[in-house]
């Protein structure tokens, strides 16, 4: 067994009330790591053909990766994935804190939950024994409210928990799982999967003066964590301001979404800044296990219109701004703190859920809903009040909040007279809070991501349009990468999407935090340090094209086809005012270079990898969808 693993993963089958501990041998973490890697193989592996995502046959895995629980900045994140209930695909989501750190610690490298329990439960994993528990008192309740009780009923503040909240209880598509909190575990739905199961959380302790993970080379880890802690400068921004700080840019550069993306810029986007936020409602920076970067925000309103924020709940991240600010038009910054901290609490996505109700208001004012369906809510752009009234609504599937609890793609089928045009999704996953008509190749990334709409792994074409170190850097994984334009779609473009995709295939494998300034060589590093295997940059690159294509053989399986890797027809027309005015996102050139991707990816032109390409990657086991 390598080191950086424990050796066990927990099989736990909640019909039947029993666990058992699964065990693989060395060549298995070579080829799929954790994390991503790992929950693709057991999906196609092991779940049944076309079943419904909250049918109890699903799996539910957690998944750290070999990473998770050492002690340097950025691996204090767990994988999880099933069946999407949202995509009615490969459902796949990491989230920070804690918890991921905590599991290993406990003894496991991974938790598999099969089953439904015959009423609420929840897992209590501790001195290397996982015992089931009645959660009956704690079905309704918000995730801090779960917390806190459960912290008194095992008589320790210091248990890690993975929770739902009321939206996972009432099977809202986009629903989270929510780490120690105020870390998310936020797309693909997998919250409704946990509650469909019965399952409220999961609590996890690891034995009292247990010595941390054990890694090969301790010297070679310590030595990415000190050479973090002394460039704390490259992050300056991501300290100070979060994600947050790329509300100002995006809005000058067109790339902001606004009004349900029909703009790329909000006049008002300094009232809801990171820099603004800093300066007004922030009281503190939290951080994810061992990481010196602390870029998490943590904010309190005592009293205002809307209520007070609880600081408890953390703060808005730059994806919540947007989705919940900009992209329906709101300027108010405490309306959106307190949307960010009811969508902690009952335990949403708050990308999806910001989306879904941007798509709501251009409905209500294209007449396709009336107040009276909303139930006298007059839920236009730039209403705060009503936006924060559907969140509650939402959540409890309440009124037409139960329309817009099954995601936006599946909303607009519900409302026809066409409200399609105002779904922006891709493969039912509702878009980020990027902008493809000002980065190009990420909306190619957007369209075959195996978990839809996805900017995490994917290319942010900006950051890429002339010669710098982190340029240079990507060279270890493909020396033929050159700058280019944004909005450039060519085939050296695709080179660039396949190579920065696969690489955060990789990391989400390894489940390590995208935002750290790390080059793929000090990944190659930390991860042979970690693990005592002397791999290589392109070998580990590897691994991350090798879950995605497991991904894609899933999503095959269960009816994607290539006549899905689009998008919504409002991407591909330019602006008529703002930074990117009159910019064409060329249909053409979209599908072009979409079937540039396949063939750079070993696929055929209908997105099927070929024989060869499941041979290269030693996945033969795998077939043909």
């Not at 979209?590 to 070993?602: D, H, I, L, S, V």
């Amino acid at each position: 067994m390598p080191y950086g693993y424990t050796g066990k993963i927990l099989r736990v089958d909640l019909t039947q009330r029993k666990t058992e501990i699964e065990t693989h041998d060395d060549a298995f973490y070579r080829a799929y790591l954790g994390g991503r890697g790992m929950i693709a193989y057991y999906l196609l592996k092991e779940l049944p053909r076309g079943i419904d995502a909250f049918d109890p046959r699903n799996l539910l895995i957690f998944a750290a990766g070999p990473l998770t629980g050492a002690a340097f900045s950025g691996q204090g994140r767990n994988g999880v994935g099933a069946k999407s209930p949202l995509t009615s695909g490969f459902g796949n989501a990491e989230g920070g804190g804690y918890w991921g750190a905590e599991l290993k610690r406990a003894g496991f490298d991974g938790i598999i939950v099969s089953g439904t329990a015959d009423k609420p439960a929840y897992l209590w994993i501790h001195d290397g024994v996982c015992e089931f528990r009645d959660g009956s008192h704690l079905w309704g309740k918000t995730t801090g409210e779960t917390e806190d009780a459960l912290r008194a009923e095992l008589n320790d503040r210091a248990i890690r928990t993975a929770l739902i909240g009321p939206a996972g209880e009432n099977r809202v598509r986009f629903a989270a799982i929510v780490n120690d909190r105020s870390h998310f575990v936020g797309r693909n739905g997998l919250g409704a999967v946990m509650g469909s199961k019965n399952l409220k959380g999961i609590a996890v302790r690891a034995p009292q003066g247990k010595p941390k993970m054990e890694v090969a080379n301790p010297a070679g880890v310590q030595s990415l964590s000190k050479w973090m802690g002394g460039h704390l400068d490259l992050v300056a921004g991501l300290r100070e301001h979060g994600t947050a700080g790329f509300v100002r840019s995006l809005s000058k550069g067109g790339g902001l979404p606004t009004y349900n993306f029909r703009l790329g810029h909000f006049d008002a986007h300094e009232k809801i800044s990171g820099q603004t936020m800093t300066a007004t409602i922030l009281t503190k920076r939290e951080t994810c296990y061992a990481c010196a970067v602390r870029c998490k925000r943590v904010v309190e309103v005592k009293e205002s219109e809307h209520g007070a924020v609880d600081p408890l709940y953390g703060g808005p991240e730059y994806e919540s701004l947007s989705a919940l600010g900009s992209n329906s038009g709101i300027d108010d910054l405490i309306a959106i703190a307190k949307a960010n901290e009811l969508g902690a609490a009952y335990g949403f996505d708050t990308i999806s859920m910001g989306a879904t109700i941007a798509f709501a208001m251009e409905c209500f004012e294209n007449e396709l809903i009336s107040a009276q369906e909303m139930d006298g809510i007059e839920l236009r752009f730039g209403n705060a009040r009503a936006m924060l009234q559907m969140v509650h609504k939402i959540a409890r599937r309440e009124g037409f909040g139960a329309v817009l609890a099954e995601g936006a793609a599946r909303a607009a089928k519900i409302v026809g007279r066409g409200a399609e045009e105002f779904a922006m999704h891709a493969h039912g996953q509702e878009a980020p809070m990027h902008e493809p008509r000002l980065k190009a190749a990420l909306g190619v990334g957007y369209a075959v991501s195996p978990t839809g709409a996805d900017h995490m792994h994917n290319v942010h074409d900006t950051a890429y349009t002339k010669e710098s170190e982190g340029l240079n850097n990507l060279r270890a994984l493909d020396p033929a990468l050159i700058p280019l334009p944004a909005n450039d779609l060519s085939a050296d473009k695709v080179r660039l999407l396949v190579a920065m995709s696969n690489l955060k295939h990789f990391y989400d494998s390894a489940v390590m935090c995208h935002f750290l300034p790390y080059s793929p060589q000090q990944m190659t590093d930390v991860m042979n340090a970690t693990t005592g295997w002397e791999m290589t940059p392109r070998e580990y690159l590897r691994i991350g094209e090798r879950a995605a294509t497991l991904a894609r053989l899933y999503n095959l399986r269960e009816g994607w086809s290539a006549a899905g890797d689009t998008l919504p027809k409002r991407f591909f027309k330019a602006f008529a005012e703002g930074p990117l005015a009159g910019q064409e996102y060329s249909v053409e050139k979209f599908a072009a270079a979409t079937r540039e991707y396949y063939r750079q990816m070993g696929w055929d032109e209908q997105g099927v990898p070929t024989k060869e390409r499941l041979r290269d990657l030693e996945i033969e086991w795998a077939g043909n969808p």
